[in-house]
């Protein structure tokens, strides 16, 4: 066993035992057809970050798909201990990966169909990432900047950061781009490892410490 693999292998050892004590066992997060509640027409969601905390203001008729998606994942604590894997200066900050790979297997197909764009990309805004038409799952990221050019594209924002947004602009974004176009975090070894990957390889992410409903 390489350094590196032993280091990897204990990191996973850790974090399966502090998965045992978190919401990601406590809830039905290894079943997403159990997760689909109706959320309220407008809620907040507050996350408490390795950098502050931030409040995100969700209105359902934005984007009635994404805010119930989005709604059912705060509640059940998917990204609770969540990195900040996609930090893009002027552009905007991704998140949504969990930091355990059996509930990343469990959502990696659990799709929503998409939301007409009725909101622009505009600066706080919050939006699921996607893959395609209607792939959709936990994927959502915080736009930096106005970024109208994505409203053509199908990223329909759901909410938007209404305090807390000096936190959001202070996470760290020193690794970039993501794997292979960049320096960051590959997308398929965040969701094979989790945070055993992430921990060793970017320790210097940022990430949620608990997020909540209001």
Known sequence: MTIRTAVLFAASLLFAGMTAFTPASAQNLGDPSTLNARAPDTYKAKFDTSKGTFVIQVNRDWAPNGADRFFNLVKAGFYNDARFFRVIDGFMVQFGISGNPDVSAAWSDAN????????????????????????????????????????????????????????????????????????????????????AYLVTQFPKLDYIKKATIE
Do not use: H
Not at 148 to 162: C, D, E, T
Not at 173 to 182: D, F, H, L, N, S
């Open 112 to 195: 929503i169909k998409d939301d007409p764009v009725r909101e622009s990309n505009s600066r706080g805004t919050v939006t699921f990432a996607t893959a395609g038409p209607n792939t959709r799952t936990t994927q959502v990221f915080i736009n930096f900047n106005n970024n109208s050019m994505l409203n053509g594209q199908g990223f329909a924002p759901f909410g938007k950061v209404i305090s807390g947004m000096d936190v959001v602009d202070s996470l760290y974004k020193g690794y970039g781009e993501g794997a292979p176009r960049g320096n960051g975090p590959n997308q398929g070894l965040i969701k094979a490892q989790g945070n």
